[in-house]
């Protein structure tokens, strides 16, 4: 299976989610975008990873590091700052204006695994 570091606070690993990366240690609290989850499902595994650093023993993925995951516990789920969006023609009296709000998880990690 390999080591899993637990409450081990140099260690941090680099995960990719969708088309972001993000970098993650143990204990860390970080937003996702919004993933179809199952009914009372409370964790979710980020298998992604792109790096792992441990100090002066690091390891880098081509293009992922071979059987490691990050293991986090959902929170929460959040919505974003309302993005307003207008659309405008001038002279023409065209004027559109509608607004969206970003779902996203709020997730922490629990292990980091590798």
């Keep these: 299976m390999g080591i899993v570091h ?5 260690v941090y690993a680099v ?3 969708g088309a972001h990366q993000y970098k993650v240690e143990q204990g860390s609290t970080f937003e996702v975008q919004r993933h179809d989850l199952d009914e009372g499902q409370t964790t979710i595994e980020f298998d992604r990873v792109v790096m792992i650093g441990d100090g002066a023993d690091s390891k880098i993925g081509q293009p992922y590091v071979a059987g490691a995951k990050v293991v986090a516990r959902i929170v929460n789920e959040l919505k974003g700052d309302k993005i307003h969006i207008i659309k405008y023609r001038r002279r023409k009296g065209y004027r559109r204006k509608i607004g969206h709000r970003q779902r996203f998880l709020q997730v922490t990690v629990s292990a980091i695994e590798s």
């Design 6 to 10: 637990a409450g081990v606070s140099d």
């Design 15 to 17: 995960i990719e989610d």
